[in-house]
């Protein structure tokens, strides 16, 4: 007989996690881990030993390295917001991907509900999942949120390599079809009540951060702007393969990273641990990170 777990989208537990966020509700569904492979072949500026050691020393695997997708959801101001869409159906980052729907199932939120999709920016992982295989919105309700230059740089793909092929693809497949459905953000504009852009660019040149604000209480979704809650705070002016500009990344990232760590602003990570809710703190030549508490009973 197979293993009662033998599905890979399969979890111990259902993928999602609700709490309350000032006079909003949050509840974060995952579109399953991302594993990308040799840590030393994707963060850069070091030697691998370096980032082997980094990793070891907070009892992390050193053979590669697994990140999560965590996608929130939040109910505020008569909307239903859903940050990032995850991998959709493709698979380059293994099978264990792709499962957000089904998060959102076992959370029992209906795609439907969703009146907005905000994207950080356009690489196969965040907008992935806007649109089915054939072309069909996944959900059908909502306006999606982007900025303009990721927008062009990645359905157009005249400025990119061809190693970013796939990633133009993607981007093509999932936002040409809702095309009429897309607003642009800007800048340090609160776009949709409670929440405002912050560029960050460097992974991507139209990549955001996105400050949430309900009530008395705030918290930033990093989007990009920090794969790694080690490698990354530790050294944030290392470098991650998948940056655009390697060292605007960096820039933006500790140009952040200060602001919240000054501000005492909670984070919410994309792909951090789960469910990727924390704090940012200032250590050294660098930064450290603390996961927040997980709200198991309601108050």
């Known amino acids: 007989m197979p293993p009662e777990h033998s599905d890979p989208h399969a979890a111990k ?10 006079d909003a509700e949050v509840t974060v569904v995952s579109d399953g881990p991302l594993e990308l492979g040799d840590p030393g072949q994707n963060f850069l500026g070091v030697t691998s030993s370096t980032v082997k050691d980094m990793l070891k020393r907070n009892f ?5 390295v697994v990140l999560e997708q965590n996608a929130p959801i939040i109910k505020m101001n008569g909307k239903t917001i859903l940050f990032e869409t ?12 792709g499962r957000l729907l089904r998060s959102m199932r076992e959370a029992g939120i209906d795609p439907a509900e969703i009146d907005a999709v905000v994207l950080s920016h356009a690489h196969i992982d965040h907008c992935g999942g806007v649109c089915a295989e054939d072309g069909i919105p996944n959900f059908p309700n909502a306006q999606i949120y982007i900025s303009q230059r990721d927008f062009e740089d990645w359905t157009d793909g005249s400025s990119l390599g061809d190693g970013f092929r796939v990633q133009v ?8 079809p809702v095309r009429d459905r897309i ?3 800007e800048d340090a504009e609160e776009f949709l009540p409670g929440v405002q852009a912050i560029h960050a660019p460097g992974h991507t040149m139209g990549h955001h951060c996105f400050l949430v604000t309900s009530g008395r209480e705030q918290f930033c979704f990093l989007g990009d702007l920090t794969h790694h809650h080690v490698l990354l705070f530790e050294r944030p002016w290392m470098e991650f393969k998948y940056d655009m500009d390697p060292k605007l990344s960096a820039r933006s ?11 005492g602003i909670q984070v919410m990570s994309y792909h951090f641990a789960w469910p990727g809710a924390g704090h940012v703190a200032k250590e050294g030549d660098g930064f450290r990170y603390f996961p927040s508490s997980m709200q198991l009973i309601a108050a």
């Open 169 to 176: 693809e993607n981007a093509r497949r999932n936002l040409l």
């Open 13 to 22: 537990l259902p993928y999602y996690y609700p709490f309350q966020f000032g």
């Open 183 to 185: 607003v642009f953000y």
């Open 253 to 263: 990232r500790t140009r952040v990273l200060d602001m919240l760590a000054t501000d």
């Open 60 to 64: 992390l695997r050193t053979d590669t």
């Open 86 to 97: 995850g991998m959709g159906t493709s698979k380059i980052f293994g099978h264990t991907t």
